[in-house]
Structures are given as C-alpha cells and as structure tokens.
T-cell receptor
C-alpha cells in the first residue's frame, strides 16, 4: 500500500512570504501529525489533526497553522516566513491519535529553505 | 526538567563491530520509549518501542534495546554493524500520562560505519 506522501519535496521561499505544505496519509489513517526538524532544535512537534480537528499543538507561534480535510489529507501553512523556519517538515500518519497505540508512519518530508 | 538525552552526538564503528547507542530520560514515571532511525533524505522509521513487560526489546534490522529503570536508560544495541546502518538514530518518549500526545525526541546520534 502507498506510504505517506508529502509534497513538495523541496521548496525555496523568500522571507515574508507564506507557504503551504501537503501531507497525504496512508489510506484509512485518520491522524496526521507534523514535526519540524532543524539542526539546532532537533525534532519538535507542531500539531496533530484527527478527524479534521486539531487535537494537540506544540509550542510554535501562530504563524504556523494547519488543517485536515475529510479525506484525512492535511496541510500546514507558515505565514510571514523567517530564516529560522528553514527546516525539514515531517508528517506522520496513524490510525488513531498519538504515536503509542497504533504507531506512526512518517513521510520523507518537505525541505523548506527560506532565503 | 523533563528531558530525553542522547549523550553521543556522533559515533564511528567498524563494520562487523558491536554498537551501543545511549539514551537517558528524566521523567517522574517511566514514559513510553522509542528508537527511530533516519537515513539521509528520508523520514523516520521505527526500530523498536518499549511500553512495559520484558525489559529487553527486539526490533527490526537486528536491533535490540534494554530498558533499565534504575538508570533511567533505554540503550540501543546491535551485535554486528553493517555499512547500511550508517544513519541518524533518535531516542524518543511519550510521557506516561500523555499517551495520546506527541513524541519528544532526543537530539540524535549520527552513526558512521568504517570499513
């Protein structure tokens, strides 16, 4: 079966712009979580959506937002991009909420570079 | 403060030699424990996890991990390393009373394999 698909794989944006990243989970999975990976801060949780509702949110500014559609596909948006937003953004899909009971499957990520 | 620590940033091991990657956590109650691997340009793959029971856990790719409550550790081991094991390894936890939430990652250990 198809894995978790993240698009685009690579993205270059200019400071001040906004960006939208997409994640298509494994068929049947209802939860999508987003993580940011940077060399300095490591892997940090952004938010989780389950059945179109945000269930959990990490400690990120309001510039970072997301949503989930009825087919479980999720998008995250970053507005007013800063250089520090350059990162690998990973999404993870799961049958249920959180990584413990059903486990996560991660996508390969979107590499965002802000110049 | 609650934390996950991977003391070794970078380890080099000869092919065929044994490997141990360290992970310590600081939580009041034993959290749910995970090890993930990330190959260059890829997402994260779950190697193994520990929730309760037998303290020696077997995972994929010949990896195992041992939970030691007295040392608050969950070290990853492999008896004989292959060149394809070169990657970045992350220890992660979910606090025991937050099972439906997100992974909290250590900073990672980069494994290089020499021939």
């Amino acid at each position: 079966k198809a894995g978790v698909t993240q698009t685009p794989r690579y993205l270059i944006k200019t400071r001040g712009q906004q960006v939208t990243l997409s994640c298509s989970p494994i068929s049947g999975h209802r939860s999508v979580s987003w993580y940011q990976q940077t060399p300095g801060q490591g892997l940090q949780f952004l938010f989780e959506y389950f059945s179109e509702t945000q269930r959990n949110k990490g400690n990120f500014p309001g510039r970072f937002s997301g949503r989930q559609f009825s087919n479980s596909r999720s998008e995250m948006n970053v507005s007013t991009l800063e250089l520090g937003d350059s990162a690998l953004y990973l999404c993870a899909s799961s049958l249920g909420q959180g990584p413990t009971h059903y486990g996560y499957t991660f996508g390969s990520g979107t590499r965002l570079t802000v110049v | 403060a609650q934390s996950v620590t991977q003391p070794d940033i970078h380890i080099t091991v000869s092919e065929g030699a044994s490997l141990e990657l360290r992970c310590n956590y600081s939580y009041g109650a034993t959290p749910y424990l995970f090890w993930y691997v990330q190959s260059p340009g890829q997402g994260l793959q779950l190697l193994l996890k520990y929730f309760s029971g037998d303290t020696l856990v077997q995972g994929i790719k010949g990896f195992e991990a041992e939970f030691k409550r007295s040392q608050s550790s969950f070290n990853l081991r492999k008896p004989s390393v292959h060149w394809s094991d070169a990657a970045e390894y992350f220890c992660a936890v979910v606090p025991f009373n937050q099972a439906g939430t997100a992974l909290i990652f250590g900073k990672g250990t980069t494994l290089s394999v020499s021939s």
